[in-house]
């Protein structure tokens, strides 16, 4: 259903965001595939173009934030069925057209510049990406070689971005970027505090956290949370708390309507001052 009054973002998971306006598709780091732990270090991946084709309706445009497997791997293969555009740092391009994107389709880019998908007004901001323990293997230059399928290993970022759409009289961002903004969407993996510099500067009215489900599960089995980062101060093997992270937020920053999704493919739909959830409820969602 196409919403062309407001604004509809459908999360997709992890860090997937698809934006609908006026009858413009734009795809941020859609990942489906969702390969299990087990093949995180020594495996060769195609994705999953059956699993892509059943989630994606069409876009126009898809941004990656950075070149990180769970960002990036779907990206070629959405191009292939979309003939959209591809947008995003260097490293992420070089892999979508290995991947199979056509060349002539996929553009990097940096943080200062800005284009249009449609109506869609797009602006590259420095992103920020904080430390996982796989930084040895994925925070450096890409191999010599590459050859799809690709390693998922061979997903290494170099520059880490967010972007600002503006949609008629909405903007949103994603990533963390000190820019006035409507809404904002989040990576919740920090302690509720570490984000209020970035909600003082952006000022936004919605703020919605992604990327916290565990995304070595596939989507066809049951919602639950990634582990907290030790760096956060989690205890080992403790699961994020949703629930408890967006009452803490709420608290610490009154002047904002924190919105947990409750599920991927849930979406919410923005028109005015209003932002309203297009989803069925399961009782039973492991967030607390």
């Known amino acids: 259903m196409e919403y062309q009054d407001g ?11 698809e934006f609908s306006w006026r009858g413009i598709r734009v795809l941020i780091d859609p990942f489906f595939t969702r390969p ?11 994705p999953d173009r059956e699993l892509i ?8 445009g898809l941004l990656i934030t950075h070149a990180h497997y769970d960002h990036t791997m779907d990206a070629a293969s959405i191009q292939q069925q979309t003939g959209c555009r591809v947008y995003g740092p260097p490293n992420a391009c070089v892999l ?6 056509d060349p002539g389709k996929v553009r990097p880019v940096s943080a200062g510049e800005q284009f249009s998908i449609g109506e869609v007004l797009v602006e590259v901001f420095t992103g920020v990406h904080g430390p996982t323990p796989m ?38 961002t994603v990533g963390h970027a000190d820019q006035p903004a409507d809404g ?21 009215r919605w703020v919605v956290p992604i990327h916290w489900d565990d995304f070595f599960r596939r989507l066809d ?19 994020l708390k949703m629930q408890e992270f967006c009452q803490q937020l709420s608290y610490l920053y009154p002047d904002a309507q924190i919105i947990l999704l409750p599920k991927p493919f849930d979406s919410l739909v923005f028109s005015g001052q209003e932002a309203r959830l297009n989803c069925e409820h399961v009782p039973g969602d492991p967030r607390a």
């Open 7 to 17: 604004v509809q973002i459908r999360w997709l998971g992890a860090a997937g965001l």
């Open 221 to 239: 089995q049951p919602l639950r949370p990634l582990f907290r980062p030790l760096n956060a101060g989690g205890r080992w093997l403790e699961r």
């Open 184 to 204: 904002i969407f989040i990576y919740p993996l920090n302690e509720p505090a570490d984000y209020l510099p970035l909600l003082k500067a952006s000022r936004p």
């Open 53 to 60: 084709r059943s989630h994606i309706r069409g876009a126009d």
């Open 96 to 101: 979508a057209k290995v991947g199979g994107a």
């Open 135 to 172: 930084d040895f293997l994925l925070n450096r230059p890409l191999p010599g070689r590459l050859r799809s399928p690709l390693r998922l290993t061979d997903y290494r970022l170099d520059a880490c971005l967010a972007y600002q759409l503006t949609m008629g009289q909405l903007v949103f």
């Open 36 to 46: 299990p732990v087990w093949k995180n270090l020594f495996f060769r991946v195609n």
